[in-house]
């Protein structure tokens, strides 16, 4: 028989695409496997538990979901409207089948669940200082509205909680938390 060939990438490739049309409960090795056309050995060589095969599946789904577009802000993009677009794409990406995944990743075995729990700290790290540069940096934010308690922090990680809380919720917009930003720091 000949050897299978493939990657832990086009594994998690596989994984991903059932996870989002179906959700993470619907990874299972063997059906991975047969997506992939190799056998339930294979996918245990890269990921030796189910557990593993689905934190490194959230984590990829998670990590398109929050970087990609959102590492760069566009040219003299305001806090507002990178907020704004950020939601968009968030409620995009988690409101159809990852509305779910946080629930899900709490299923998991504790040494898989603490591993996935890192991941989306990292990831949510990054997207906080990502809010925090583009904050900083937006000439039309009044910057006598960013003293005291009200810290460029304290706006962006108010943002990124509220952002999803309002995706769990299903809200469309987000509108009421973006317009509280949008009073809090502009004209």
Same mark, same amino acid.
């Given at each position: 028989?000949?050897?299978?060939?493939?990657?832990?990438? #086009?594994?998690?490739?596989?994984?991903?695409?059932?996870?989002?049309?179906?959700?993470?409960?619907?990874?299972?090795?063997?059906?991975? /496997?047969?997506?992939?056309?190799?056998?339930?050995?294979?996918?245990?060589?890269?990921?030796?538990?189910? +557990?593993?095969?689905?934190?490194?599946?959230?984590?990829? *789904?998670?990590?398109? /979901?929050?970087?990609?577009?959102?590492?760069?802000?566009?040219? +003299?993009?305001?806090?507002?409207?990178?907020?704004?677009?950020?939601?968009?794409?968030?409620?995009?990406?988690?409101?159809?089948?990852?509305?779910?995944?946080?629930?899900?990743?709490?299923?998991?075995? $504790?040494?898989?669940? #603490?591993?996935?729990?890192?991941?989306?700290? #990292?990831?949510?790290?990054?997207? *906080?200082?990502?809010?925090? +540069?583009?904050?900083?940096? +937006?000439?039309?934010?009044?910057?006598?509205?960013?003293?005291?308690?009200?810290?460029?922090?304290?706006?962006?990680?108010?943002? *990124?909680?509220?952002?999803?809380?309002?995706?769990?919720?299903?809200? $469309?917009?987000?509108?009421?938390?973006?317009?509280?930003?949008?009073?809090?720091?502009?004209?």
């Amino acid at each position: 028989m000949p050897r299978q060939l493939t990657s832990r990438e #086009e594994i998690l490739d596989s994984s991903a695409a059932l996870a989002k049309e179906h959700g993470l409960d619907a990874i299972i090795i063997r059906g991975v /496997a047969t997506a992939r056309g190799v056998s339930t050995g294979t996918i245990y060589n890269y990921f030796p538990s189910r +557990d593993e095969l689905v934190a490194a599946t959230a984590e990829r *789904l998670f990590g398109e /979901a929050f970087y990609e577009g959102f590492c760069h802000p566009e040219p +003299d993009e305001s806090y507002l409207a990178y907020c704004k677009r950020l939601y968009a794409s968030l409620h995009e990406r988690l409101s159809n089948s990852g509305s779910g995944w946080l629930a899900q990743l709490q299923g998991l075995e $504790p040494g898989a669940r #603490e591993a996935g729990r890192r991941r989306m700290e #990292e990831l949510l790290s990054h997207m *906080l200082r990502g809010l925090e +540069d583009v904050l900083a940096a +937006d000439p039309q934010v009044r910057a006598d509205r960013l003293s005291g308690d009200l810290s460029v922090e304290g706006v962006c990680r108010l943002t *990124l909680n509220g952002m999803f809380d309002a995706v769990r919720r299903g809200d $469309p917009d987000c509108t009421t938390l973006l317009a509280l930003v949008e009073r809090a720091l502009y004209e």
